[in-house]
């Protein structure tokens, strides 16, 4: 009792008289399992890891000091720092039994994620680098293989697969989307909270078993566990949201709510199309976790979001053509859309660890989502030739219509989806063999009515749908044909999908003649059955397919910074409610699940340059594609045949250089080559909706060097044009043009305030400005056709994406 009084004096008289700051977080070995006892020392003070292996250690601010982890059965780690007064630093080392491991902050290992050519991001800076879209999807963009062509949307394709390809997991439970989104600015807000990320990890392919039934990617992210009581404000012209980590007083109670708002009128109303816009995105998620004991935790995950797209169109002029031939689209509009997203997902985790080595779980999540999308929009046309004479008063004025027409499009669609998933997760650890095993059931119960058509008039003239041979010639002679819209969709169903899903995973590392080999092998069985209001003969859709994957690492011993990876797996994609319906809304429950074989090879070199720490990223892969399900893009929205009548292939190359360009920043450089193309009813070879040649993407941070806290960073990036703009009538053996090129660059400048009297209670204080689309440079996302009913030329007009915008934004935490 004495000596814990006098060791409180001592610490308390400490704390009085000098500047300190505190290191905490996690100690994991290679098998991310905690450590316990473990001796953390700097100077003569000192503290050991507790039985899940956390810490916590006050240390002197203000000047270098090297601290030391050690333990008996694992190689010593030595980290170099420099804490500022009252600084809180996580840092969770991980220490390796094989490699001497040497790192100022970040360690320089051969972890596992690297050796299963894993990409992980940092949430810090992701938490730093704003954008249009501030989040995971604002860095992706600039990721090899990752496409990202509308600034305003929160979809991505990956190495030549679609929207719907790519997994996203929070906290081992996959997220789903909404699914009437059919343009980005309706998108609203990422399910995705980056103020609430703790770890990122990204595959653009090849990726393990324990992931699921999709061809393209996986996104997998895992929410902060608060160690202290913190808050975060921000604000924009975008938007703004709110942070909240909160943990108990005896550690077993830990809460992170988050709160979003989003207004997209800046960005709308800076288009062509000029409207009365009303958006309303709004978001609440909360992650609650509770350590019942040092064996079992439980664990819940709560989001709620409205989206609410009150458009209201006024008029449009879009100028097009060639500087001998210019020419103006003028719209002016009556009528509107009103839609509504209203989404809720719930999830409920148990965790059972009787060892360090063996983990139980029992995983339940239940989506719902509520979707209407109604508008009644009258647009009248018209298309003019303009005064390109320099010298002229007029110049730019419309001078001559040459086309005049309307168009009337009405929707009255409503979605209400119900998705239950139970799951049940073992991982045993026996030596340096892993084991993971799982089963889980899934329920899909779909309500959809669709009721959408068009009508096209020119001149006073009804135009025929594409599918009706013309008997006249209009407006030369009378049309004595049917009278019917241009566009007609009507269906009303109700679906029910039921699915059973396994998977099983062998992974282990070992040494041959001191080179370090790592080897992952499992597979996976899907078994799903589909009935449908149409066709409830259920016993011709049950369908089962079986996914073998494998991967095998490889550390040189002549190069312990190079890491080499093979990849080989077959990747099913058994059809989501999307792919099972048709253009003309019908529903096929008979489809097949979709299969993309992977074959890759990747590369990882970590070396030095200037004295700080550079890797180079090198990726090539094939992907054979069978049963392929054909689609159409427009803007965001996807529409299937519902059949597998195709096959195709993609094929490429990824590189990635990143580093410290400027001293304690990172920054990366990535290029991408991709050809993927596919054979639709033996008709020939064409290329995919996301064949995109060319992807050059950085993304550059730096600061002043005598004031380090004004910060910058700049997202460039260059896409190739992707084949589109063609109307979605139109045959794509027919239509194989490209739309232009996609570029753009955003600017971001903050200047960072540390608070260190704490005054209000605030640490730190941020403000900065952005300029989205720097060069204001007009890209174009799809086509407008319109049609001169004399020459029954059609014209395609681009429809352009945001120019030059300015945004403010402000950070506080405290």
């Not at 509308?150 to 997220?175: A, C, P």
């Not at 309706?186 to 699921?212: P, T, W």
């Not at 010298?391 to 001559?400: A, N, T, Y």
Request: net charge neutral; charged share 20%; glycine share 6%.
């Amino acid at each position: 009792m004495k000596k814990f009084i006098s060791l409180f004096i001592y610490f308390a008289f400490s704390i009085l008289h000098c500047q300190e700051a505190v290191l905490t977080g996690l100690i994991l070995d290679d098998q991310n399992l905690p450590i316990k006892d473990v001796n953390i020392q700097f100077n003569d003070k000192g503290s050991t890891s507790d039985i899940n292996g956390y810490y916590k250690i006050a240390v002197e601010s203000n000047k270098t000091i090297d601290v030391i982890f050690s333990h008996i059965n694992h190689k010593q780690l030595k980290i170099s720092l420099e804490l500022s007064e009252n600084e809180v630093l996580e840092f969770n080392p991980i220490l390796n039994t094989k490699f001497e491991q040497i790192s100022e902050v970040i360690l320089n290992s051969t972890t596992r994620s690297e050796l299963k050519s894993i990409l992980n991001i940092s949430p810090e800076k992701l938490r730093n680098i704003k954008g249009i879209q501030p989040g995971i999807e604002n860095i992706m963009k600039t990721l090899p293989g990752v496409s990202i062509n509308n600034e305003m949307s929160t979809q991505y394709s990956v190495r030549g697969g679609n929207f719907d390809e790519n997994l996203v997991y929070v906290n081992g439970i996959e997220i789903y989307r909404p699914f009437l989104i059919r343009s980005g600015q309706q998108e609203g807000l990422s399910f995705i909270n980056s103020e609430m990320i703790d770890d990122i990890k990204f595959s653009s392919g090849g990726f393990e078993a324990i992931y699921g039934d999709k061809m393209s990617s996986i996104l997998d992210i895992k929410y902060k566990s608060p160690t202290s009581n913190q808050y975060r404000f921000n604000s924009s012209l975008l938007g703004g949201s709110f942070t909240s980590e909160n943990i108990s007083k005896n550690n077993k109670i830990s809460n992170i709510l988050g709160v979003r708002y989003r207004d997209n009128s800046l960005l709308v109303n800076s288009k062509e199309t000029k409207s009365n816009f009303k958006p309303s995105f709004f978001d609440l998620q909360n992650f609650l976790k509770i350590n019942i004991n040092s064996k079992i935790d439980v664990s819940s995950i709560i989001n709620f979001s409205v989206n609410n797209y009150n458009f209201k169109p006024i008029n449009r002029q879009t100028n097009f053509g060639t500087l001998d031939d210019p020419l103006a689209l003028i719209i002016f509009y009556n009528g509107e859309e009103k839609d509504k997203y209203s989404t809720f997902f719930n999830s409920f985790s148990v965790n059972f660890k009787p060892n360090q080595l063996d983990t139980y779980s029992l995983i339940s999540s239940f989506y719902n989502t509520n979707e209407k999308e109604y508008f009644d929009i009258l647009a009248q046309y018209n298309l003019a030739e303009v005064n390109s004479n320099i010298g002229s008063e007029d110049l730019g004025e419309v001078e001559f219509s040459q086309g005049v027409g309307s168009q009337l499009n009405h929707a009255r669609n409503n979605l209400n989806a119900q998705i239950l998933n139970i799951e049940s997760k073992l991982r045993l650890i026996r030596n340096k063999n892993e084991f993971n095993f799982s089963l889980k059931f899934t329920s899909e119960k779909i309500n959809d009515r669709i009721v959408e058509w068009e009508v096209i008039d020119s001149a006073g003239y009804l135009i025929d749908p594409p599918f009706i041979s013309n008997i006249s010639e209009q407006p030369y002679e009378a049309n004595e044909g049917p009278i019917v819209p241009f566009q007609n969709i009507r269906s009303s169903l109700e679906s029910n999908i039921k699915r059973i899903q396994f998977y099983s995973q062998w992974e282990n590392e070992s040494y041959i003649n001191d080179n370090k080999i790592y080897y992952n092998l499992g597979f996976r069985i899907h078994h799903w059955s589909v009935n449908s209001s149409e066709d409830i003969s259920s016993n011709s859709n049950k369908k089962s397919v079986i996914s073998p994957r494998f991967q095998i690492g490889y550390v040189p011993r002549w190069n312990r910074k190079m890491i080499f990876n093979l990849k080989y797996g077959i990747y099913y994609q058994p059809p989501f409610y999307k792919e099972l319906r048709g253009y003309s809304g019908e529903l096929n429950p008979s489809v097949d699940a979709q299969k993309s074989t992977h074959y890759v090879f990747s590369n990882e070199y970590k070396f030095d340059l200037w004295k700080r720490p550079f890797s180079l990223n090198s990726e090539i892969y094939y992907k054979d594609l069978d049963d392929i399900n054909p689609y159409t893009i427009d803007n965001v929205r996807i529409r299937y045949q519902a059949n597998n009548n195709a096959f195709g292939y993609a094929y490429g190359l990824d590189l990635r250089l990143n580093g410290e360009f400027v001293k304690g920043t990172e920054s990366w450089f990535s290029f991408g080559y991709l050809k993927t193309e596919e054979n639709i009813e033996n008709r020939g070879y064409i290329s995919r909706p996301t064949d995109q040649r060319l992807k050059f993407g950085i993304l550059f941070q730096d600061y002043v060097p005598n004031m380090p806290n004004l910060k910058m960073f700049i997202n460039l990036i260059y896409n190739t044009g992707l084949p589109g703009g063609s109307p979605s009538y139109a045959d794509p053996y027919e239509y194989q043009n490209r739309l232009p090129d996609y570029k753009r660059a955003d600017l971001g400048i903050m200047y960072l305030v540390k608070n260190s009297n704490k005054l209000f209670n605030v640490d730190e204080i941020s403000v900065g400005f952005e300029i989205f689309n720097m060069f204001n440079i007009q890209n174009t996302i799809t086509n407008t056709w319109v049609r001169d009913v004399y020459s029954k030329r059609q014209y395609s007009i681009p429809n352009y994406l945001s120019p030059r915008i300015f945004n403010l934004n402000m950070d506080i935490k405290f």
